[in-house]
């Protein structure tokens, strides 16, 4: 069976996880990861997380996959500690610093991407390190994951979904240059994705087709994710960990369909574009199969932002549930809620819940339309939780 692999950062993107049958999970700590402007989970905050992930069958993987500077390395063997004492499952890295301490600490280790292995002779290096799983450069073909699976006997894991670097394997340094935000210390704040405007050395303007010329489509392997089954691959890998809830579920919950029906022989056309459209929903830049197929050289998006389908707009808070009826209440703080519309609730506990009420009460009385700063309760099919987030989804505007 192929592993399936979720990003989490906080306690809504790990239930939710759970909730959309992933196989395992990975997370970073604060301070100490590639995705610094997640919310990422504490120090402390790891014995639950790792013990959650346990008792509900997931695999619980950390990364501490940044580089790691000299002074920094007491700081090391302390987190390396609490995450042995934790009984994680394994440690994503690839600074050899961070190997060799797992090596003597006993943890299982799998390479990042970060490290850019794209052949046998490297995997076999890594291996004589104590590795024993490889996250393959995203540049690698289906022919190039052929081939290094067939002369290694080491697990591989591969990215199917997720935003792509422009750069190679992630090794970028111009946030770094005109922010002082390392993309190698998870301090990336993207400018790639930016329009820009291209001047010769007079001064003049040259037209450019498409002006975000750096700014990849986002990763999606759902068009040939049968085909990447049929090569073995230990793992299946999304990214996503500076994402929400909805995210995660919606992602995960769409691959883990796919998968079964791969498994069943029933992986049809029809639905393969009903999973488009569920992918399509959530957070995209477009889509592209990357490297898998071809040189994505000319698979460029060509706006800033967000190109989902749907459109979260945050409408309050949940301010009760009333356990014997599954009835929620919480005030509309931000807009009116019509029947016939789709709600979603996300909290910790309550991971993500999507629904469209068949009825809406208000003061006591039936409604077909509820107006901004009125009080509604809703019945619900599962149990949501005090302070839960509640959002209206709706259809995104094409200006978008």
Known sequence: MIELLSPVGNWSMLTAAKQACADAVYFGIKGFNMRAAAQNFSLEELPNVVQFCHNHNLKAYCTINIIIYQHELEKLDQYLNALKQANIDAIICWDLAVIKKCRELGLEIHLSTQASVSNS????????????????????????????????????????????????????????????????????????????????????????????????????????LDKLVKLNINCFKIEGRNRPADYVFKVTQTYRQALDAINTNTFTEELQHNLMQQLQEVYNKEY??????????????????????????????????????????????????????????????????????????????????????????????QKVRINDQVYLLKPRNSTH
């Open 121 to 224: 002779q490297a995997a076999k290096l890594y291996q004589d390190f104590g590795v024993t799983r490889i996250v393959l450069a995203r540049e690698c073909s289906m022919e190039d994951i052929q081939d290094i699976k067939n002369k290694t006997n080491l697990e591989l894991e591969t990215f199917i979904h997720g935003a792509r670097c422009i750069s190679l394997s992630g090794r970028c340094f111009m946030s770094q240059e005109l922010f002082n935000k390392s993309a190698n210390r998870g301090e990336c704040l993207q400018s790639c994705r930016r329009e820009y405007t291209v001047f010769d050395d007079e001064g003049k303007q040259m037209k450019v087709e498409n002006n975000f010329i750096m700014s990849a489509k986002d990763l999606c392997t759902l068009p040939i």
């Open 288 to 381: 592209s199969t990357g490297f898998f197929v071809d040189y994505p050289h000319h698979e460029r998006c060509n706006i800033y932002g967000n190109k989902s389908t749907v459109e979260k707009v945050l409408l309050g808070k949940v301010s009760n549930f009333y356990n014997q009826q599954n009835v929620v209440e919480f005030k509309l703080d931000n807009s009116s809620l019509k029947l016939g519309h789709k709600l979603a609730f996300i909290g910790p506990t309550t991971g993500y819940v999507e629904y469209t009420p068949a009825e809406i009460h208000t003061n006591n009385s039936l409604t077909t339309e509820a107006k901004q700063g009125e009080i509604i309760t809703l019945k619900l099919p």
